[in-house]
């Protein structure tokens, strides 16, 4: 099988071009300019079964950061695997507002970690920061604490549900992109192969924001900031919300497409 033939087997099976170089691309490890002056180079057979694999991988909604296995984020590459959500740009937003909240060694937590996203951008970009993270998940995090290793960044994580495993601790930033995905949206099917409890708590995807916001106060310093992530729809109730539990100064930030995506409200001074 050739570059070209490859490629036709791509088309037939209804998967992007763009996503058929770039899995023959990862897997030649070569990029894409080579794969275009090389459309006659011939595919050994078990290259070209282990495309064929990932082809009707793709064709089947298989996310493209699985079938490589890994994802850029914040000009980091990420290892992902089905136990974590692939990280989206749109969490860029939450990130970058976060390393304009830090401006020294204060102590910073990521709720709901994941592959470490938030947690590891944020200690990349701002290394003072003693930056930690919690994730129900143990499997998720192997992954997250395999990625901070690789990438040399010392970020302690823990095991436990939210607030749980924090118990008496206190920071000066608390971060969280939840599961905030109402149980009954229609898109849901379409992210079956990512992990449901990552991307949804069921009901109308407020409960997991609710037990962030009414946490927060036991393990914020006074004065400082919890930012958290939610639905293009949400940031009213979120808003309420922080409101409600006695957070001032509430601010929202929109996303790359203009979505209003990330929430933040300030704990009082003391």
């Given at each position: 099988m050739t570059v070209a033939e490859a490629l036709a087997m791509a088309r037939e099976l209804g998967v992007d071009r763009l996503d058929a170089q770039l899995l023959l691309a990862a897997l030649l490890q070569q990029d894409r300019a080579w794969l275009i002056s090389h459309d006659d180079f011939a595919l050994s057979t078990g290259?070209?079964?282990?495309?064929?694999?990932?082809?009707?991988?793709?064709?089947?909604?298989?996310?493209f950061a699985y079938l490589v296995g890994e994802q850029e984020f914040h000009g980091l590459?990420?290892?992902v695997t089905p136990d974590t959500l692939v990280p989206r740009p749109d969490t860029e937003t939450l990130v970058d507002w976060a390393l304009e909240l830090l401006c020294?060694?204060?102590?910073?937590?990521?709720?709901?970690?994941?592959?470490?996203?938030?947690?590891?951008?944020?200690?990349?970009?701002?290394?003072?920061?003693?930056?930690?993270?919690?994730?129900?998940?143990?499997?998720?995090?192997k992954v997250a604490a395999a990625n901070a290793q690789r990438l040399g960044l010392d970020v302690q994580?823990?095991?436990?549900?939210?607030?749980?495993?924090?118990?008496?601790?206190?920071?000066?930033?608390?971060?969280?992109?939840?599961?905030?995905?109402?149980?009954?949206?229609?898109?849901?099917?379409?992210?079956?192969?990512?992990?449901?409890?990552?991307?949804?708590p069921g009901g109308d995807g407020l409960s997991a924001l609710q037990s962030i916001i009414d946490g927060a106060p036991n393990?914020?310093?006074?004065?400082?900031?919890?930012?958290?992530?939610?639905?293009?729809?949400?940031?009213?109730?979120?808003?309420?919300?922080?409101?409600?539990?006695?957070?001032?100064?509430?601010?929202?930030?929109?996303?790359?497409?203009?979505?209003?995506?990330?929430s933040a409200g300030r704990w009082p001074d003391a």
């Open positions: 290259l070209a079964e282990r495309l064929r694999v990932q082809l009707q991988q793709r064709a089947k909604g298989v996310p590459k990420l290892q020294g060694e204060e102590r910073v937590v990521d709720l709901g970690t994941g592959s470490g996203a938030i947690a590891l951008a944020i200690k990349h970009r701002h290394p003072a920061a003693r930056v930690e993270a919690v994730d129900l998940s143990a499997a998720a995090l994580f823990h095991l436990g549900d939210w607030w749980q495993p924090l118990a008496g601790q206190r920071f000066e930033l608390i971060v969280s992109n939840p599961p905030y995905i109402a149980g009954a949206d229609p898109h849901l099917p379409a992210l079956r192969h990512e992990p449901l409890g990552a991307l949804t393990h914020l310093q006074p004065g400082r900031w919890l930012l958290l992530e939610h639905g293009y729809d949400q940031a009213e109730p979120v808003a309420a919300a922080l409101r409600a539990r006695g957070f001032t100064d509430l601010a929202l930030r929109h996303d790359l497409g203009g979505r209003p995506r990330v």
